[in-house]
């Protein structure tokens, strides 16, 4: 099998009948990228930047910053490379950063920090936008929204780093830049119930399934002690997978997810069912997926899908859906 799929990886990621969906990177250090270039991913879906400010000692400068987002950039020059702002808090600290809370999942976490402190947000953006000149293919990505005012107050902010630097560049380059496009991660609840809102705001959603998941269970994505009934295969959380598709299709918003689910064959097989665009994973990951995406009819995904969609927990899902899997060759 090992073999199988290797064969597949360079090939599009489309079904014996015809429904494509495209496979994007996750990533987060720019080492190892002449590896991720070779895995048949068409861009990358989430690069995680906060993963490079926890090996400092202090925040990058704008420079700094500049010269890592450019590294990322340029291994994909004709693919979007969506990177996501500095999401911080929860789980993930930086040494210099220190936040000291009771309930840090339910507190000063990714966009809520950015905004308080908009000249780390700001500089950032700049960053981004700076190398992003010579193939002008970022967009950028907002983490852990929970409100349209969150939204609007990150796009304002863009907008004038935006303005900013493009009059710079404008006057020392003469180069023409357009604003990168915008989406946000659907990762906290109440976002599902705003999307009509937020669809006129913003260019796309990427669904963060492992932190939805953990908000819409009440159950911390890190605590072994109830890792047993953390599931994105729980009824409740592929029923809300389910709604965010429809309403993104109903908004014409594409539609992408990004966390752990998307990597798993179970959890690519429904996502392909309920319409996902896109789908972004680490990279040894690609091939599998794309092997299972062209050895499944879209018409027997939709199938399986409705079936899972009557079963009323998490084990029930994860044992049909094995069965299904091994069905196919
Ligand atoms: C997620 O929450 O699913 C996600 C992709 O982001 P992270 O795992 O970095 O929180
Ligand atoms: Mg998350």
Known sequence: LADKV?????????????KEIELLLNAGLSSGFEHSKNSGAAGIGLYRTEIPFMSKSCFPSELEQTVLYRQVLEAFPQQPVTMRTL??????????FPIHEENPFLGWRGIRITLDHPEIFL??????????????????????ISSVAEVDEAIRLINQAYFELSSELATDQNTVLARPRIGIMIE???????????????????????????????VDRNNSRVASIYSSYHPAVLKALQMIAQESKKYAVPLSLCGELASEPAGALLLLAMGYDKLSMNPHNISRIKWVIRHVEFKK???????????????????????QLELLE
Do not use: C, W
């Open 6 to 18: 290797k064969q597949v990886q360079l090939l599009p990621a489309i079904t014996p009948d015809g």
């Open 87 to 96: 999401d911080v808090g929860g789980d993930k600290s930086l040494p210099y």
């Open 188 to 218: 906290v609840p109440s976002v599902i119930f705003q999307l009509e809102e937020l669809a006129k705001k913003v260019d796309f959603f990427s669904v963060g399934s492992n932190d939805l998941t953990q908000y819409l269970l009440a």
């Open 123 to 144: 500089l950032q953006i700049r960053a981004m936008i700076r190398a992003s000149v010579a193939y002008q293919n970022l967009e950028i990505m907002l983490p852990m």
């Open 301 to 323: 995904a939709q199938s399986i899908l409705a079936k899972v969609l009557t079963l009323s927990n998490a084990k029930q899902v994860h044992n049909y859906l094995n069965e």
